[in-house]
């Protein structure tokens, strides 16, 4: 492996620690964390808010100049706003996110305890991402 493959596994298994410090990888918490006219469980507020630090560093590292990403690759940040796609996925993200408690990065960080929910979600997000890949190209949408 080269140099960027390690720093993405690294950064990717600090991640993955993360969310399970955090216990995002926990689908009951999550879905505790959500359900807002129950039973709320307001501590997830505390790995928003340091998600929204560290994005905002990298945000202003990127508007500093620092455009490239660990594989100095540019990066570009996508200018066309809101459209249906952007809708649609996010309803799509929304609602699964509410009925299961896995987000894709949640999901795939539980695959390491073995969780059959887990696989099973990420099995069911692979033939959703093929699904859309085929739709894509055969202009469907």
């Known amino acids: ?8 596994l690294g950064s990717g298994v600090i991640f993955g620690l993360g969310l399970a410090i ?7 918490k999550v879905l505790a964390f959500l359900d807002v006219a129950g039973q709320w469980d307001p501590s ?5 808010i340091g998600a929204l630090l560290v994005m905002g560093i ?9 455009q490239v990403d660990a ?6 940040i996508p200018g066309h706003g809101i459209d249906r796609s952007l809708v649609i996925g996010a309803l799509v993200f929304g ?3 509410g009925l299961v408690g896995y987000c894709p990065g949640p999901a795939i960080a ?19 991402m093929q699904l859309f890949h085929y739709w894509r190209g055969t202009g469907a949408g």
């Open 58 to 66: 990298a945000w202003r590292l990127q508007t500093r100049g620092v």
């Open 95 to 97: 609602v699964g996110w």
């Open 22 to 28: 955090s216990q995002m990888i926990d689908p009951e």
């Open 44 to 48: 997830l507020v505390f790995v928003m």
């Open 110 to 128: 539980s695959l390491a305890l073995f969780s059959l929910e887990a696989f099973v979600f990420v099995a069911a997000m692979l033939a959703g």
């Open 1 to 8: 492996m080269n140099r960027h493959t390690w720093i993405a």
């Open 71 to 76: 594989h100095a690759r540019k990066l570009s």
